[in-house]
T-cell receptor
Framework: GNSVTQMEGPVTLSEEAFLTINCTYT??????LFWYVQYPGEGLQLLLK?????DKGSNKGFEATYRKETTSFHLEKGSVQVSDSAVYFC??????????FGTGTSLTVIP | NAGVMQNPRHLVRRRGQEARLRCSPM?????VYWYRQLPEEGLKFMVY????????ESGMPKERFSAEFPKEGPSILRIQQVVRGDSAAYFC??????????????FGSGTRLTVV
């Protein structure tokens, strides 16, 4: 079946540090991969996506590359800001009726 | 163009009462999905609906939970005889296209249900 595994949190970084949040997946076929961000008290917002192997999704300085050989979709940002503090969810869609979400990684950026 | 609207934002119910959660999809979106987020967990799929039809309810608990999306009005997630384990955040999402792999969802801000 389909599943997503994310690195455990919480993650605490100083402003301007480099961020990596690991995400690996298990899926049949060729899923699309997504990162969603959830700010406190709010719903999930789409951050970026990639629909096929070797695609790179990017948005707001965040990037993730769809690696089929390692079944990974790690999220990276070169220099985090306090405003990036949130919970980040990796997800996949196999074009069925649902998304499969990881458990989320909480990020806190301190000034 | 308003996003996905959920209400109420917070709902407190005593054990045994009924909870009704409402979701109005984005304008032009005819596909609605409900997810539940338990504390310290990711989102779990519950049900997928189109107008007047339940397409996939494979994630819904077999008892006490029901969902509808009438021709007019919002989608409703109904939980009868709530128990403490129902305490969670319930998120609604909508999409314009059936092809989630390319288009993804737009989520509402959620309803946080607390059962006391």
């Amino acid at each position: 079946g389909n599943s997503v595994t994310q690195m455990e949190g919480p993650v605490t970084l100083s402003e301007e540090a480099f961020l990596t949040i690991n995400c690996t997946y298990t899926a049949t076929g060729y899923p699309s991969l997504f990162w969603y961000v959830q700010y406190p008290g709010e719903g999930l917002q789409l951050l970026l996506k990639a629909t096929k192997a070797d695609d790179k999704g990017s948005n707001k300085g965040f990037e993730a590359t769809y690696r089929k050989e390692t079944t990974s979709f790690h999220l990276e940002k070169g220099s985090v800001q306090v405003s990036d503090s949130a919970v980040y969810f990796c997800a996949l869609s196999d074009s069925g009726n649902q998304f499969y979400f990881g458990t989320g990684t909480s990020l806190t950026v301190i000034p | 163009n308003a996003g996905v609207m959920q209400n109420p934002r917070h709902l407190v119910r005593r054990r045994g009462q009924e909870a009704r959660l409402r979701c109005s999809p984005m304008k032009g979106h005819s596909h609605v999905y409900w997810y539940r987020q338990l504390p310290e967990e990711g989102l779990k799929f519950m049900v997928y609906l189109q107008k007047e039809n339940i397409i996939d309810e494979s994630g819904m608990p077999k008892e006490r939970f029901s969902a509808e999306f009438p021709k007019e009005g919002p989608s409703i997630l109904r939980i009868q005889q709530v128990v403490r384990g129902d305490s969670a955040a319930y998120f609604c999402a909508s999409s314009q296209q059936r092809d989630l792999g390319n288009y993804g969802y737009t989520f509402g801000s959620g309803t946080r249900l607390t059962v006391v």
